[in-house]
């Protein structure tokens, strides 16, 4: 009798269980961007241990399902693959969307190089993370220099302030890792608080083509990235540690990684540098040593549908002037540029003494994204930016330890960022951003302040258009609105401000008085109209055309607007003007690209006509209870600018390059028919590298640098009379010095040390004959030459 119970009890199970396993699951593969079918999808059901394919219309069925849990991985060419599960109770019908632009996921292979322009049609390069290494131990204005027609304005060696196309400081935007950086950019003096190591790519465009960072770019935009995350499970990073010869200087910088797959990602990264007193050919160069640490730390999650990224970064900088650049007066200028040798020349030394700059700069970003199918993708971001700039002077008694200068520069922004990417053929992006910042400038250092108090307040709105035309044209466009109200309390000498014939133009602004000074209150509201269009052509495989047209919008700055003082660091008084307009770019510019296995050929060249150009230049001496000083004024003019930039890369063999970077630039001030002060002269690089992939992957470079005289600039040279003798003395401050040539050696090899771990060491060699010469863009070639030779020892540990 019990079998028959048993047999009974067995079909009803079987029955059950064939009731439950008859479901059908009907699912539909769609592209997130645009909601496109996906055909010949790979759908692995991992339950059954069986695949399907979707059709045409991105369908696919799978029949015969037990009530439960249904796992689907599903991979197509092109998309991220994603796993997703499923509670089956009942037949069921399902869209699913797959990312099919695997470009935007961030997902490569740490070994894998990624080069990814900001831009489609503006003349853009980018600096790739095997050149940037080289630079450990340098600035981000050294590195950039690694680009055609970029050059930098420097205050010694160590001060390296970056130039595009003949323009700087506030006219280059540069962006850190999506943050605008505000650091008291107007000063020439004034070096990026940026530490090099934080970078893997740097993008350099030149003039305003990428509005969505800001319409005042006259010059250009630099834009730092650093290294994209890695969705997998893993840990990395790497150890450079390095020295040189010239100053004695050492550097090092760590970077760990920490991804997982599920896209949570965690970095952190410090660095170090420090280096002596630096050593021209035929002396040492007293008081030009570098005490330089840094950290930076992210922390997010990254997945193709959201994501956030918490950053932060931290610069300490103290900077060494040129003792020898210390003068007392107009009288020491003429001398140390008649005498060809610096009067201060003292043995080696890390001491850091005045004249000298401390500076820290605090930056700290919270961005969050959130994409939405057939829409596109939203960006929120906070960030904050604290920066404190002292410069000392040579003083005595008690006020040895004060500096001259005290600033603290404190940043708010906000920025809301929406970018239209489902129809692949037209992207639309469109943002607004507020910005808040605040300066005090410290009145106890004893020292008439040169920037005053000010609150600023900017708006922004833009929006830009790409369009592919077809599979040879892409056109873009795009448009931006800037407000700006910049909110000062500035003190002014009763005679300075009567001599500037402010009392009759600004007679409101006055909100106190002194018996020799005015407390005024200038507002000051700007309304700037910046845009962009452009196109890019492909002629065919090897030939690639691009045209563009910016405009760009620039309010003058605070230095610009209210210097009235001696700036102690600069030895030299300098002169705004309050009645300065904005600059207005209208800037044009064509390349040719030609690119084969063997040869890549590029050709820029521009012209931009900058209305109401604001400059600084040499006027005259004005006398100071200290003497006389050279009294430098900015002054306003229509200006005109237009150059070359050129470079070749030719493979000869398997193992040999060549290589040729050359740009000739012209500025002429419209105003006065004479040449721009501080324009780059005609240089060119010639570099020849051999390598072999089977040494270790050894290669070895001779880079010849030929920099010419600059024959246009204007004659800004002035008289000022010896009281002692009553004779006129000439001050030449304005003739550049001689052409130089100089040679430079770099080789480097990797050695395998494990699976995952690699060494590579680099040996470099710069000035490699000990050649004396100055540069007409260094504001201290009137004390001394520039670096002799300096050999350079890198070790990075990749791991």
Request: proline share 2%; charged share 20%.
């Given at each position: 009798m019990k079998y028959y119970v048993l047999i009974v009890l067995l079909v009803f199970m079987c029955f059950g269980f064939a009731q439950k396993c008859d479901d059908v699951f009907l699912g539909e593969l769609r592209d997130f961007h645009d909601n496109?079918?996906?055909?010949?999808?790979?759908?692995?059901?991992?339950?059954?241990?069986?695949?399907?394919?979707?059709?045409?219309?991105?369908?696919?069925?799978?029949?015969?399902?037990?009530?439960?849990?249904?796992?689907?991985?599903?991979?197509?060419?092109?998309?991220?693959?994603?796993?997703?599960?499923?509670?089956?109770?009942?037949?069921?019908?399902?869209?699913?969307?797959?990312?099919?632009?695997i470009e935007e996921l961030n997902e490569v292979s740490i070994a894998a190089t990624v080069e990814r322009k900001e831009t489609k049609t503006s003349q853009e390069t980018i600096i790739k993370s095997e050149t940037l290494k080289r630079y450990g131990n340098l600035s981000v204005g050294d590195a950039l220099k690694e680009v055609p027609g970029v050059s930098s304005i420097n205050t010694g060696s160590t001060i390296v302030k970056p130039m595009i196309n003949g323009l700087h400081s506030s006219r280059v935007l540069?962006?850190?890792?999506?943050?605008?950086?505000?650091?008291?950019?107007?000063?020439?003096?004034?070096?990026?608080?940026?530490?090099?190591?934080?970078?893997?790519?740097?993008?350099?465009?030149?003039?305003?083509?990428?509005?969505?960072?800001?319409?005042?770019?006259?010059?250009?935009?630099?834009?730092?990235?650093?290294?994209?995350?890695?969705?997998?499970?893993?840990?990395?990073?790497?150890?450079?540690?390095?020295?040189?010869?010239?100053?004695?200087?050492?550097?090092?910088?760590?970077?760990?990684?920490?991804?997982?797959?599920?896209?949570?990602?965690?970095?952190?990264?410090?660095?170090?540098?420090?280096?002596?007193?630096?050593?021209?050919?035929?002396?040492?160069?007293?008081?030009?040593?570098?005490?330089?640490?840094?950290?930076?730390?992210?922390?997010?999650?990254?997945?193709?549908?959201?994501?956030?990224?918490?950053?932060?970064?931290?610069?300490?900088?103290?900077?060494?002037?040129?003792?020898?650049?210390?003068?007392?007066?107009?009288?020491?200028?003429?001398?140390?540029?008649?005498?060809?040798?610096?009067?201060l020349v003292e043995d080696f030394s890390y001491e850091i003494n005045a004249p000298k700059q401390e500076i820290t700069h605090h930056l700290a970003k919270l961005n969050y994204y959130k994409r939405y199918k057939n829409f596109g993708r939203l960006k929120l971001q906070y960030d904050y930016q604290h920066n404190q700039r002292l410069e000392f002077d040579v003083r005595i008694g008690d006020r040895r330890e004060i500096p001259a200068i005290d600033l603290t520069l404190q940043t708010h922004s906000i920025l809301a960022d929406v970018n239209l990417d489902s129809n692949?053929?037209?992207?639309?992006?469109f943002g607004v951003i507020g910005r808040f910042q605040d300066n005090f400038a410290n009145p106890d250092t004893g020292v008439r302040r040169l920037i005053p108090d000010y609150n600023k307040y900017d708006f922004g709105i833009y929006t830009t258009v790409e369009y592919v035309v077809n599979n040879r044209l892409i056109a873009d466009a795009g448009l931006r609105y800037d407000f700006n109200r910049i909110d000062a309390k500035k003190f002014y000498r009763k005679s300075r401000w009567d001599e500037r014939g402010y009392d009759e133009d600004f007679s409101d602004i006055i909100i106190d008085e002194t018996p020799t000074q005015y407390l005024t209150n200038p507002v000051f509201d700007y309304h700037n109209i910046s845009a962009s269009a452009g196109i890019n052509y492909s002629i065919n495989e090897s030939q690639q055309m691009l045209l563009n047209y910016s405009l760009a919008s620039r309010p003058p700055n605070v230095a610009e607007l209210f210097s009235d003082g001696l700036h102690h660091s600069?030895?030299?008084?300098?002169?705004?003007?309050?009645?300065?307009?904005?600059?207005?770019?209208?800037?044009?510019?064509?390349?040719?690209?030609?690119?084969?296995?063997?040869?890549?050929?590029?050709?820029?060249?521009?012209y931009?006509?900058?209305?109401?150009?604001?400059?600084?230049?040499?006027?005259?001496?004005?006398?100071?209870?200290?003497?006389?000083?050279?009294?430098?004024?900015?002054?306003?003019?229509?200006?005109?600018?237009?150059?070359?930039?050129?470079?070749?890369?030719?493979?000869?063999?398997?193992?040999?390059?060549?290589?040729?970077?050359?740009?000739?630039?012209?500025g002429n001030d419209l105003g006065t028919d004479m040449a721009i002060i501080d324009i780059p002269p005609f240089n060119t690089t010639n570099q020849i590298t051999f390598n072999n992939e089977s040494w270790n992957n050894f290669s070895a470079s001779l880079k010849s640098e030929w920099v010419f005289k600059q024959k246009d600039f204007p004659d800004f040279n002035f008289e000022v009379e010896d009281e002692l003798n009553e004779e006129m003395i000439l001050v030449d401050i304005s003739s550049p010095p001689p052409a130089y040539h100089l040679l430079h050696f770099y080789s480097e090899a990797t050695f395998i040390l494990s699976e995952k771990t690699n060494l590579n060491i680099s040996l470099g060699v710069n000035n490699l004959l000990n050649t004396a010469y100055r540069n007409y863009l260094n504001r201290l070639r009137f004390y001394a030459d520039e670096l002799g030779r300096n050999i350079t020892l890198q070790l990075q540990l990749n791991y």
């Open positions: 496109t079918p996906l055909n010949g999808a790979t759908v692995f059901i991992k339950n059954l241990n069986k695949y399907v394919a979707s059709d045409e219309r991105g369908k696919f069925k799978i029949e015969n399902l037990c009530k439960g849990e249904l796992i689907l991985v599903i991979s197509h060419i092109g998309c991220e693959t994603k796993r997703i599960t499923f509670n089956i109770d009942g037949d069921m019908f399902q869209n699913i969307a797959l990312e099919h632009h540069i962006m850190n890792n999506g943050v605008r950086l505000q650091d008291q950019e107007w000063g020439i003096e004034h070096a990026p608080n940026i530490d090099v190591n934080i970078a893997n790519q740097i993008s350099v465009i030149k003039g305003s083509g990428a509005l969505a960072y800001g319409g005042d770019a006259v010059g250009g935009v630099v834009v730092i990235n650093p290294k994209r995350i890695i969705r997998l499970d893993t840990i990395y990073g790497r150890t450079l540690i390095g020295g040189q010869t010239n100053g004695r200087g050492y550097n090092i910088t760590s970077t760990l990684n920490k991804n997982f797959s599920s896209g949570w990602f965690a970095k952190i990264q410090g660095s170090s540098k420090r280096n002596g007193d630096l050593k021209a050919p035929n002396y040492t160069l007293t008081n030009t040593g570098l005490d330089s640490k840094g950290v930076s730390a992210r922390l997010g999650k990254l997945n193709f549908e959201s994501g956030f990224e918490i950053y932060y970064s931290f610069l300490d900088n103290e900077i060494g002037i040129l003792g020898a650049s210390h003068i007392g007066s107009v009288f020491d200028l003429e001398r140390a540029i008649n005498s060809g040798q610096p009067f692949l053929n037209r992207k639309i992006n600069a030895a030299r008084f300098e002169l705004g003007d309050i009645r300065f307009d904005q600059e207005i770019s209208n800037r044009i510019s064509a390349s040719y690209i030609y690119s084969t296995s063997k040869l890549n050929l590029s050709t820029e060249i521009f931009n006509n900058i209305r109401d150009f604001i400059y600084l230049r040499p006027f005259d001496f004005i006398s100071t209870a200290r003497g006389p000083f050279p009294l430098w004024e900015y002054q306003q003019t229509d200006a005109e600018l237009f150059g070359i930039d050129f470079t070749i890369n030719y493979n000869m063999t398997d193992n040999w390059q060549f290589v040729n970077k050359t740009a000739y630039l012209k």
